[in-house]
């Protein structure tokens, strides 16, 4: 009994099921972007545009409100990687491919604004150009930004990946690259994924290692900025460098 309950059922879904291509052209996602323009489309209609098709019995559509659904948000969608995107029904590795260039287009965009900014005069102004750079990094990420004497950032570095102590982001490290590329001075900057923008002891202690380590060698640490999600702490502003 419950086997032919089953069978209806999918018979039923079969019958009622419409691809969007067998839609009304008026109510396709596609058609309704080129009429009215994106503004006009849900988060679901673009991903679905994005995802361009479905299964059988399963649609782009329904592709891209499962993963609205999955992860509560676009925002958080964003910061999913290949893997996660692909246990998603209907979306394989091409489509997670496509997904993923799309989001990472839109954090080059948030952050181009601020690429035209040849000087940084405020830790505003550093945090808000990388801020969008660490969106969707899951563990901490150091950088060295070196500047020239008109506080230009001319190169950026990956000192470091994962949980951040000591003996990892070493002063060794952090000045080879400035002293190679003869840097006036260098900014530090990391993100904590846990949201919370405050320094812990170990930032606070790798920190007062490395100004030590720039003022043996005439390379001024001018700042260690924290980005936590759209926050950020600057120790210069704190008074701690």
């Not at 098709?53 to 999913?80: E, H, M, P, Q």
């Not at 700042?223 to 460098?241: C, P």
Request: glycine share 6%; proline share 3%.
């Amino acid at each position: 009994m419950r086997k032919e309950k089953d069978n209806i059922d999918k018979t039923v879904q079969e019958i009622t099921y419409k691809s969007i291509r067998n839609w009304k052209e008026d109510e396709r996602p596609r058609e309704r972007l080129i009429r009215h323009g994106g503004a006009s489309l849900s988060d679901s209609e673009l991903l679905a545009i994005l995802i361009s098709s479905g299964t059988k019995g399963f649609s782009a559509l329904d592709a891209s409100r499962k993963l609205l659904n999955k992860y509560s948000s676009i925002t958080n969608l964003v910061s999913c990687d290949l893997s996660e995107l692909k246990k998603t029904k209907g979306v394989g590795s091409a489509k997670a491919v496509k997904l993923a260039a799309a989001f990472e287009i839109a954090r080059r965009i948030k952050a181009e604004p601020f690429s035209q900014k040849k000087i940084f005069r405020t830790p505003e102004e550093v945090a808000y150009y990388y801020i969008p750079k660490f969106h969707g990094e899951r563990v901490e990420t150091f950088f060295i930004l070196l500047l020239n004497s008109a506080n230009q950032i001319f190169r950026e570095e990956v000192v470091a990946k994962g949980t951040l102590n000591s003996s990892i982001v070493h002063p060794r490290e952090v000045f080879r690259f400035a002293i190679t590329e003869s840097a006036a001075g260098i900014i530090l900057i990391h993100n904590h994924p846990s949201g919370n923008s405050e320094p812990s002891k170990e930032d606070l202690l790798i920190t007062k290692q490395l100004v030590e380590a720039g003022k043996i060698i005439d390379i001024k640490v001018l700042d260690h900025i924290i980005i936590a999600g759209e926050s950020f702490t600057s120790f210069a502003q704190k008074g701690l460098i």
